[in-house]
Protein backbone atom coordinates (compact mmCIF):
# COMPACT_ATOMS: atom_id res chain seq x y z
CA UNK A 1 0.00 0.00 0.00
CA UNK A 2 3.11 2.58 0.98
CA UNK A 3 4.09 1.71 -2.28
CA UNK A 4 1.14 3.82 -3.49
CA UNK A 5 0.91 6.33 -1.55
CA UNK A 6 4.70 7.34 -3.14
CA UNK A 7 3.75 7.30 -6.54
CA UNK A 8 0.57 9.10 -5.56
CA UNK A 9 3.17 11.82 -3.72
CA UNK A 10 5.42 11.92 -6.88
CA UNK A 11 2.59 12.91 -9.95
CA UNK A 12 -0.40 14.13 -8.01
CA UNK A 13 -0.55 17.83 -6.55
CA UNK A 14 -0.19 17.70 -3.22
CA UNK A 15 -3.76 19.59 -2.13
CA UNK A 16 -5.03 17.02 -0.20
CA UNK A 17 -4.32 15.75 3.22
CA UNK A 18 -5.10 12.03 2.23
CA UNK A 19 -5.65 9.46 4.83
CA UNK A 20 -4.05 6.77 4.32
CA UNK A 21 -5.84 4.05 2.81
CA UNK A 22 -6.68 3.16 -0.84
CA UNK A 23 -10.19 1.36 -1.60
CA UNK A 24 -10.53 -0.86 -4.40
CA UNK A 25 -14.44 -1.85 -3.55
CA UNK A 26 -17.47 -0.75 -2.35
CA UNK A 27 -21.14 -2.93 -1.80
CA UNK A 28 -24.20 -1.03 0.13
CA UNK A 29 -22.51 0.66 3.37
CA UNK A 30 -19.26 -1.22 3.00
CA UNK A 31 -15.59 -0.18 1.48
CA UNK A 32 -12.78 -2.87 1.03
CA UNK A 33 -9.08 -1.69 1.01
CA UNK A 34 -6.70 -3.51 -1.10
CA UNK A 35 -6.08 -5.98 1.47
CA UNK A 36 -9.97 -7.18 1.82
CA UNK A 37 -10.35 -5.09 5.34
CA UNK A 38 -13.84 -4.32 4.79
CA UNK A 39 -14.94 -0.71 6.81
CA UNK A 40 -18.40 0.48 7.59
CA UNK A 41 -18.71 4.05 5.51
CA UNK A 42 -20.25 6.36 7.66
CA UNK A 43 -18.89 8.98 5.34
CA UNK A 44 -20.36 7.75 1.73
CA UNK A 45 -17.28 9.84 -0.19
CA UNK A 46 -18.95 13.28 1.59
CA UNK A 47 -22.33 12.57 1.21
CA UNK A 48 -22.17 11.22 -2.14
CA UNK A 49 -22.70 7.75 -2.38
CA UNK A 50 -26.70 7.81 -0.79
CA UNK A 51 -27.93 4.59 -2.02
CA UNK A 52 -25.20 2.79 -1.59
CA UNK A 53 -21.95 1.46 -2.99
CA UNK A 54 -22.00 -0.49 -6.38
CA UNK A 55 -25.94 0.06 -6.46
CA UNK A 56 -27.39 -2.17 -8.95
CA UNK A 57 -30.41 0.07 -10.41
CA UNK A 58 -28.00 3.26 -11.04
CA UNK A 59 -25.64 0.55 -12.46
CA UNK A 60 -28.16 -1.36 -14.23
CA UNK A 61 -29.30 2.28 -15.65
CA UNK A 62 -25.54 3.61 -16.37
CA UNK A 63 -24.74 0.71 -18.35
CA UNK A 64 -27.47 0.64 -20.44
CA UNK A 65 -26.91 4.46 -21.14
CA UNK A 66 -23.58 4.10 -22.26
CA UNK A 67 -24.22 2.04 -24.91
CA UNK A 68 -27.58 4.19 -26.23
CA UNK A 69 -25.72 7.41 -26.25
CA UNK A 70 -22.80 8.47 -23.87
CA UNK A 71 -22.40 12.50 -25.22
CA UNK A 72 -23.85 15.28 -27.99
CA UNK A 73 -23.34 18.87 -26.07
CA UNK A 74 -25.60 20.67 -25.02
CA UNK A 75 -26.53 21.97 -28.71
CA UNK A 76 -28.88 18.72 -28.32
CA UNK A 77 -32.02 17.64 -26.93
CA UNK A 78 -31.50 14.37 -24.89
CA UNK A 79 -34.61 13.14 -23.44
CA UNK A 80 -32.75 12.23 -19.56
CA UNK A 81 -32.10 15.74 -19.11
CA UNK A 82 -35.57 16.42 -19.42
CA UNK A 83 -36.96 13.77 -17.50
CA UNK A 84 -34.73 14.46 -15.03
CA UNK A 85 -35.55 18.36 -15.04
CA UNK A 86 -39.30 17.14 -14.20
CA UNK A 87 -38.43 14.83 -11.54
CA UNK A 88 -36.41 17.47 -9.70
CA UNK A 89 -39.03 20.18 -10.18
CA UNK A 90 -41.83 18.14 -8.92
CA UNK A 91 -39.91 16.83 -5.90
CA UNK A 92 -39.01 20.18 -4.96
CA UNK A 93 -41.56 22.66 -5.59
CA UNK A 94 -39.27 24.52 -8.27
CA UNK A 95 -39.49 25.53 -11.57
CA UNK A 96 -36.51 25.01 -13.86
CA UNK A 97 -33.14 23.58 -13.72
CA UNK A 98 -29.72 24.22 -15.22
CA UNK A 99 -27.44 21.36 -14.93
CA UNK A 100 -23.97 21.58 -13.92
CA UNK A 101 -21.35 19.54 -13.09
CA UNK A 102 -20.68 19.31 -9.77
CA UNK A 103 -21.16 21.60 -6.21
CA UNK A 104 -19.20 24.72 -6.99
CA UNK A 105 -20.39 24.75 -10.87
CA UNK A 106 -23.92 24.49 -9.53
CA UNK A 107 -23.53 27.23 -7.36
CA UNK A 108 -21.53 29.44 -10.24
CA UNK A 109 -25.01 28.92 -11.57
CA UNK A 110 -26.67 30.18 -8.55
CA UNK A 111 -24.75 33.10 -8.61
CA UNK A 112 -24.47 34.44 -11.93
CA UNK A 113 -28.47 33.77 -12.18
CA UNK A 114 -28.72 35.92 -9.03
CA UNK A 115 -27.10 38.75 -10.95
CA UNK A 116 -28.30 38.52 -14.02
CA UNK A 117 -31.69 38.84 -11.61
CA UNK A 118 -30.61 41.58 -9.78
CA UNK A 119 -29.41 43.03 -12.97
CA UNK A 120 -32.57 43.02 -14.81
CA UNK A 121 -35.18 43.79 -12.29
CA UNK A 122 -33.11 46.36 -10.17
CA UNK A 123 -29.91 47.62 -12.08
CA UNK A 124 -26.28 47.32 -12.65
CA UNK A 125 -25.42 48.14 -8.82
CA UNK A 126 -27.13 45.02 -7.68
CA UNK A 127 -25.10 41.72 -7.88
CA UNK A 128 -23.92 41.53 -4.28
CA UNK A 129 -24.03 37.74 -2.98
CA UNK A 130 -24.09 37.24 0.85
CA UNK A 131 -23.62 34.43 2.07
CA UNK A 132 -22.70 33.47 5.74
CA UNK A 133 -19.43 33.11 8.46
CA UNK A 134 -17.87 29.22 8.35
CA UNK A 135 -20.24 28.76 4.77
CA UNK A 136 -18.53 26.33 2.53
CA UNK A 137 -19.57 26.80 -1.14
CA UNK A 138 -16.97 25.96 -3.34
CA UNK A 139 -13.55 26.31 -4.17
CA UNK A 140 -13.88 27.72 -7.83
CA UNK A 141 -13.12 31.55 -7.10
CA UNK A 142 -16.64 32.78 -6.99
CA UNK A 143 -17.45 30.15 -4.76
CA UNK A 144 -14.37 30.95 -3.13
CA UNK A 145 -15.26 34.14 -2.60
CA UNK A 146 -18.85 33.23 -1.29
CA UNK A 147 -17.33 30.43 1.33
CA UNK A 148 -16.88 32.11 4.65
CA UNK A 149 -13.47 31.14 5.35
CA UNK A 150 -10.65 33.12 5.13
CA UNK A 151 -8.06 30.29 5.92
CA UNK A 152 -9.27 28.97 2.73
CA UNK A 153 -9.40 32.54 0.82
CA UNK A 154 -6.26 34.36 2.11
CA UNK A 155 -3.89 32.68 -0.52
CA UNK A 156 -6.10 33.31 -3.94
CA UNK A 157 -6.56 36.96 -3.05
CA UNK A 158 -8.00 38.67 -4.63
CA UNK A 159 -10.94 36.98 -5.26
CA UNK A 160 -13.62 38.00 -7.50
CA UNK A 161 -15.39 41.58 -5.81
CA UNK A 162 -19.61 41.02 -5.26
CA UNK A 163 -19.44 39.07 -2.07
CA UNK A 164 -19.58 39.15 1.49
CA UNK A 165 -20.27 37.29 4.52
CA UNK A 166 -22.58 38.11 7.86
CA UNK A 167 -22.59 35.87 11.24
CA UNK A 168 -25.19 33.13 11.20
CA UNK A 169 -27.96 33.00 14.04
CA UNK A 170 -28.84 36.22 14.43
CA UNK A 171 -31.45 37.77 11.78
CA UNK A 172 -30.67 41.30 13.06
CA UNK A 173 -26.80 40.83 11.73
CA UNK A 174 -28.69 39.68 8.33
CA UNK A 175 -30.83 42.78 8.03
CA UNK A 176 -27.68 44.95 8.65
CA UNK A 177 -26.09 43.74 6.05
CA UNK A 178 -28.27 43.50 3.46
CA UNK A 179 -27.66 46.85 1.43
CA UNK A 180 -28.52 48.36 -2.18
CA UNK A 181 -26.36 45.99 -4.06
CA UNK A 182 -27.21 42.64 -2.06
CA UNK A 183 -28.94 40.38 -4.94
CA UNK A 184 -28.92 37.37 -3.08
CA UNK A 185 -28.41 35.82 0.10
CA UNK A 186 -26.78 32.36 -0.26
CA UNK A 187 -27.45 29.90 2.78
CA UNK A 188 -26.69 26.00 3.86
CA UNK A 189 -29.52 25.28 6.21
CA UNK A 190 -27.16 22.92 7.72
CA UNK A 191 -23.24 23.93 7.67
CA UNK A 192 -21.96 21.01 7.14
CA UNK A 193 -18.09 21.77 6.14
CA UNK A 194 -18.55 24.24 8.85
CA UNK A 195 -19.05 21.87 11.45
CA UNK A 196 -22.24 20.43 10.64
CA UNK A 197 -24.22 23.54 12.49
CA UNK A 198 -28.10 23.06 11.67
CA UNK A 199 -29.94 26.50 11.74
CA UNK A 200 -33.09 26.92 13.22
CA UNK A 201 -36.13 26.80 10.95
CA UNK A 202 -37.36 29.82 12.58
CA UNK A 203 -33.76 31.66 11.86
CA UNK A 204 -34.29 30.57 7.80
CA UNK A 205 -38.11 31.28 7.54
CA UNK A 206 -36.82 34.98 9.16
CA UNK A 207 -34.23 35.31 6.51
CA UNK A 208 -36.69 34.60 3.76
CA UNK A 209 -38.60 37.02 5.32
CA UNK A 210 -35.67 39.75 5.21
CA UNK A 211 -35.24 38.68 1.42
CA UNK A 212 -39.13 39.22 0.86
CA UNK A 213 -38.70 42.79 2.54
CA UNK A 214 -35.54 43.82 1.08
CA UNK A 215 -36.64 42.17 -2.58
CA UNK A 216 -33.64 40.04 -2.58
CA UNK A 217 -33.50 36.26 -3.73
CA UNK A 218 -32.76 33.62 -1.13
CA UNK A 219 -30.22 30.81 -2.33
CA UNK A 220 -30.09 27.71 -0.55
CA UNK A 221 -27.03 25.63 -1.24
CA UNK A 222 -28.40 22.22 -0.86
CA UNK A 223 -24.89 20.32 -2.44
CA UNK A 224 -24.28 18.17 0.55
CA UNK A 225 -27.56 18.44 2.48
CA UNK A 226 -30.22 17.94 -0.09
CA UNK A 227 -31.31 14.58 -2.14
CA UNK A 228 -32.82 13.28 0.75
CA UNK A 229 -29.38 13.60 3.41
CA UNK A 230 -32.07 15.57 6.04
CA UNK A 231 -34.80 12.94 5.44
CA UNK A 232 -37.01 15.07 2.84
CA UNK A 233 -36.03 15.53 -0.54
CA UNK A 234 -34.67 19.12 -0.52
CA UNK A 235 -33.45 20.12 3.26
CA UNK A 236 -35.40 22.89 3.42
CA UNK A 237 -38.78 21.17 2.73
CA UNK A 238 -40.35 20.73 6.50
CA UNK A 239 -38.90 23.61 8.06
CA UNK A 240 -41.45 25.93 6.58
CA UNK A 241 -39.79 28.44 3.92
CA UNK A 242 -39.06 27.87 0.21
CA UNK A 243 -35.84 29.06 -1.24
CA UNK A 244 -35.84 31.23 -4.67
CA UNK A 245 -33.01 29.23 -6.05
CA UNK A 246 -31.11 26.01 -5.12
CA UNK A 247 -28.25 24.04 -5.94
CA UNK A 248 -27.90 20.46 -6.03
CA UNK A 249 -25.04 18.31 -6.37
CA UNK A 250 -23.07 15.79 -4.01
CA UNK A 251 -26.05 12.74 -4.05
CA UNK A 252 -27.86 13.46 -7.19
CA UNK A 253 -25.67 10.31 -9.09
CA UNK A 254 -24.95 8.57 -6.32
CA UNK A 255 -21.25 9.35 -7.29
CA UNK A 256 -21.11 10.97 -10.50
CA UNK A 257 -20.42 14.42 -10.89
CA UNK A 258 -23.58 16.06 -11.58
CA UNK A 259 -24.74 19.36 -9.93
CA UNK A 260 -28.00 21.66 -10.54
CA UNK A 261 -29.12 25.00 -10.00
CA UNK A 262 -32.67 25.67 -9.83
CA UNK A 263 -35.36 28.88 -9.69
CA UNK A 264 -38.63 29.53 -9.37
CA UNK A 265 -40.03 31.37 -12.30
CA UNK A 266 -39.36 34.48 -10.44
CA UNK A 267 -35.67 34.12 -10.52
CA UNK A 268 -35.88 32.23 -13.74
CA UNK A 269 -34.05 34.79 -15.51
CA UNK A 270 -31.32 33.60 -18.00
CA UNK A 271 -31.78 34.05 -21.73
CA UNK A 272 -30.08 31.71 -24.53
CA UNK A 273 -26.56 32.39 -24.32
CA UNK A 274 -26.16 33.92 -20.49
CA UNK A 275 -24.85 30.45 -19.06
CA UNK A 276 -23.18 27.05 -20.59
CA UNK A 277 -21.44 23.73 -20.32
CA UNK A 278 -20.11 21.08 -22.66
CA UNK A 279 -20.99 18.59 -19.77
CA UNK A 280 -24.10 19.51 -17.78
CA UNK A 281 -27.12 16.94 -17.89
CA UNK A 282 -25.59 15.14 -20.18
CA UNK A 283 -27.57 11.33 -20.84
CA UNK A 284 -25.33 9.47 -18.20
CA UNK A 285 -25.21 11.08 -15.38
CA UNK A 286 -29.16 11.89 -15.56
CA UNK A 287 -29.85 8.54 -15.99
CA UNK A 288 -27.86 7.74 -12.83
CA UNK A 289 -29.81 10.10 -11.27
CA UNK A 290 -33.06 9.25 -12.28
CA UNK A 291 -32.35 6.02 -10.95
CA UNK A 292 -31.19 7.25 -7.70
CA UNK A 293 -34.15 9.18 -7.40
CA UNK A 294 -36.04 5.71 -8.50
CA UNK A 295 -34.36 3.90 -5.98
CA UNK A 296 -35.35 7.12 -3.00
CA UNK A 297 -38.80 5.88 -3.56
CA UNK A 298 -39.29 2.38 -4.56
CA UNK A 299 -36.73 1.66 -1.32
CA UNK A 300 -38.38 3.85 1.47
CA UNK A 301 -35.17 5.53 1.79
CA UNK A 302 -36.40 8.66 3.10
CA UNK A 303 -38.24 6.86 6.06
CA UNK A 304 -35.56 4.86 6.40
CA UNK A 305 -32.90 7.98 6.97
CA UNK A 306 -35.12 9.62 9.24
CA UNK A 307 -35.11 6.18 11.67
CA UNK A 308 -31.60 5.91 11.13
CA UNK A 309 -31.26 9.16 12.04
CA UNK A 310 -32.94 8.55 15.37
CA UNK A 311 -31.27 5.69 15.71
CA UNK A 312 -27.39 7.06 15.53
CA UNK A 313 -27.99 9.99 17.07
CA UNK A 314 -29.42 8.52 20.44
CA UNK A 315 -26.24 5.98 20.31
CA UNK A 316 -24.16 8.43 19.64
CA UNK A 317 -24.92 10.68 22.63
CA UNK A 318 -24.94 8.47 25.11
CA UNK A 319 -20.97 7.46 24.66
CA UNK A 320 -18.59 8.65 27.23
CA UNK A 321 -16.74 11.56 25.85
CA UNK A 322 -19.37 12.68 23.29
CA UNK A 323 -20.75 16.39 24.39
CA UNK A 324 -23.63 16.25 22.48
CA UNK A 325 -24.73 15.13 18.59
CA UNK A 326 -26.25 17.98 16.07
CA UNK A 327 -27.22 18.05 12.64
CA UNK A 328 -30.46 16.53 10.56
CA UNK A 329 -31.08 13.46 9.36
CA UNK A 330 -28.02 11.60 8.33
CA UNK A 331 -25.70 14.65 8.20
CA UNK A 332 -24.50 14.44 11.83
CA UNK A 333 -21.61 15.42 13.84
CA UNK A 334 -20.39 14.13 17.36
CA UNK A 335 -19.30 17.04 19.30
CA UNK A 336 -16.44 15.48 21.60
CA UNK A 337 -15.71 16.67 25.07
CA UNK A 338 -12.37 17.24 24.01
CA UNK A 339 -10.55 18.29 20.20
CA UNK A 340 -9.48 14.96 20.03
CA UNK A 341 -11.52 14.29 16.46
CA UNK A 342 -8.72 13.47 14.63
CA UNK A 343 -6.79 10.73 16.65
CA UNK A 344 -10.43 9.38 17.41
CA UNK A 345 -11.21 9.52 13.17
CA UNK A 346 -7.24 7.78 12.79
CA UNK A 347 -8.58 5.24 15.68
CA UNK A 348 -11.94 4.85 13.44
CA UNK A 349 -10.10 4.27 10.79
CA UNK A 350 -8.20 1.07 12.18
CA UNK A 351 -11.72 -0.50 13.74
CA UNK A 352 -12.94 -0.38 10.17
CA UNK A 353 -15.23 3.06 10.51
CA UNK A 354 -15.30 5.58 7.90
CA UNK A 355 -15.94 9.11 9.35
CA UNK A 356 -14.31 12.38 9.58
CA UNK A 357 -13.25 15.39 11.18
CA UNK A 358 -14.77 18.72 10.54
CA UNK A 359 -13.45 20.43 13.40
CA UNK A 360 -10.81 19.85 16.40
CA UNK A 361 -13.61 18.58 18.02
CA UNK A 362 -16.22 17.43 15.61
CA UNK A 363 -16.50 13.94 14.13
CA UNK A 364 -19.18 14.38 10.64
CA UNK A 365 -21.38 10.93 10.13
CA UNK A 366 -22.68 11.14 6.68
CA UNK A 367 -23.68 7.19 6.25
CA UNK A 368 -25.40 5.89 2.97
CA UNK A 369 -29.26 6.84 3.59
CA UNK A 370 -29.54 3.00 2.92
CA UNK A 371 -27.27 2.13 6.34
CA UNK A 372 -29.26 -0.79 8.11
CA UNK A 373 -30.08 -0.77 11.92
CA UNK A 374 -27.50 -3.21 12.55
CA UNK A 375 -24.75 -1.65 10.84
CA UNK A 376 -26.22 1.72 12.72
CA UNK A 377 -25.38 -0.39 15.84
CA UNK A 378 -22.32 -1.42 14.62
CA UNK A 379 -20.82 2.25 13.83
CA UNK A 380 -21.55 3.29 17.29
CA UNK A 381 -19.70 0.38 18.71
CA UNK A 382 -16.79 0.94 16.86
CA UNK A 383 -16.75 4.28 17.36
CA UNK A 384 -17.24 3.98 21.16
CA UNK A 385 -14.21 1.39 20.70
CA UNK A 386 -12.30 4.42 18.77
CA UNK A 387 -13.43 6.81 21.50
CA UNK A 388 -12.04 4.87 24.15
CA UNK A 389 -8.65 3.93 22.78
C1 LIG B 1 -22.59 22.99 0.84
C2 LIG B 1 -21.58 22.75 -0.23
N1 LIG B 1 -21.58 23.52 -1.33
C3 LIG B 1 -20.71 23.33 -2.32
C4 LIG B 1 -19.75 22.35 -2.26
C5 LIG B 1 -18.78 22.17 -3.38
O1 LIG B 1 -19.08 21.02 -4.07
P1 LIG B 1 -18.00 20.34 -5.07
O2 LIG B 1 -16.90 19.83 -4.20
O3 LIG B 1 -18.77 19.26 -5.76
O4 LIG B 1 -17.56 21.41 -5.99
C6 LIG B 1 -19.71 21.52 -1.13
C7 LIG B 1 -18.68 20.47 -1.02
O5 LIG B 1 -18.40 19.96 0.04
C8 LIG B 1 -20.65 21.72 -0.09
O6 LIG B 1 -20.65 20.96 1.00
Known amino acids: MSELFAREAAVIMPTYGRVPVAFVRGEGSWLFDEGGKAYLDCLSGLAVVSVGHANTRVAAAVAEQMTELVHVSNLYYTEPQVRL?????????????????????????????????????????????????????????????????????KVFEPLPPGFGQAKGHDPDVIAAAIGPSTAAVMIETTQGEGGVVPFEAAYL??????????????????????????????????????????????????????????????????????????????????????????????????????????????????????????????????????????????????????????????????PPLTITADEVDQAISRFAAALAG
Open 205 to 366: QEIRALCNEADVLMIVDDVQAGMGRTGSWFSWQGLGFEPDIATVAKALANGLPIGACLANERASVFDAGDHATTFGGGPVVCRAALAVIEEIEESEVLANCLARSEQLLEGLSALDGVASVRGRGLLLGAVLGQDRAAEVTSACLDAGLVVNNVRPNVVRFA
Open 85 to 153: AERLTQLSGLARVFFANDGATANEAAIKLARRWGQKTKGADSYEVLSLVDSFHGRTLATLAATGQPGKQ
